[in-house]
């Protein structure tokens, strides 16, 4: 084991432990790490930087909360992004009362972007444009895309089939190409070739 990973692994067990006493210091540098990292994913998950903000608060209670659930079984990190996509999803069923599906089972082929062309697209723009998805669609393209779950994960989680969850993947791609198409020149051209 090199010494750079046995010393990181140390360090998180420390940290971990401290969070565990209810110390403070060591809650506040939990934070600090993870904070700008768990807004990232607060901002896909929310309607609004508010909301975001609201999940990424309940997120870290939840966490400081459920620490001692931690067995070292993986990084601190994924174990804590975990958390906040429970927060998340958690929020939004006690914000939305019902969800809205679209439901289709034969769903053609959507063009993905090469690498070069995704990273031409500016990350605030594109979180503004996830934002603006529907709720169950919002929800399924983030599971899928940045989570990388697959849609029998997803149609448990939210309660929905695995055809509600493809159409809605469905319906988001089509949704954010209209977006960029709309608003990001660069997209435009790389959409209608």
């Not at 990973?5 to 403070?24: D, F, P, S, T, W």
């Not at 174990?79 to 998340?88: G, S």
């Not at 669609?137 to 695995?162: C, D, P, Q, T, W």
Request: glycine fraction near 4%; hydrophobic fraction near 40%; proline fraction near 3%.
């Amino acid at each position: 084991m090199p010494y750079e990973y046995h010393l990181q692994l140390e360090n998180e067990k420390a940290l971990v432990k401290g969070c565990i006493e209810n110390n403070r210091v060591f809650q506040n540098h939990l934070y600090k790490i993870y904070a700008a990292k768990m807004m990232g994913v607060c901002l896909r998950y929310a309607k609004t930087r508010e909301d975001a903000e609201d999940i990424l608060q309940e997120g870290f209670i939840q966490v400081f909360t459920c620490i001692k659930q931690f067995k070292f079984k993986g990084s601190l990190e994924a174990w804590i992004k975990k958390v906040f996509i429970n927060c998340a999803l958690q929020k939004l069923r006690e914000k939305e009362n019902s969800y809205l599906f679209m439901d289709i089972y034969c769903l053609p082929e959507i063009p993905k972007l090469s690498y070069e062309e995704a990273e031409s697209v500016d990350l605030k723009k594109l979180i503004e444009h996830i934002q603006k998805l529907p709720l169950v669609s919002r929800l399924v393209f983030n599971l899928h895309v940045f989570e990388g779950y697959k849609h029998k994960e997803i149609a448990r989680m939210l309660k929905i089939s695995v055809g509600t969850s493809k159409s809605n993947l469905f319906d988001a791609r089509n949704n954010l190409q209209k977006q960029l198409k709309e608003h990001d020149p660069f997209i435009k051209n790389v959409v209608n070739e």
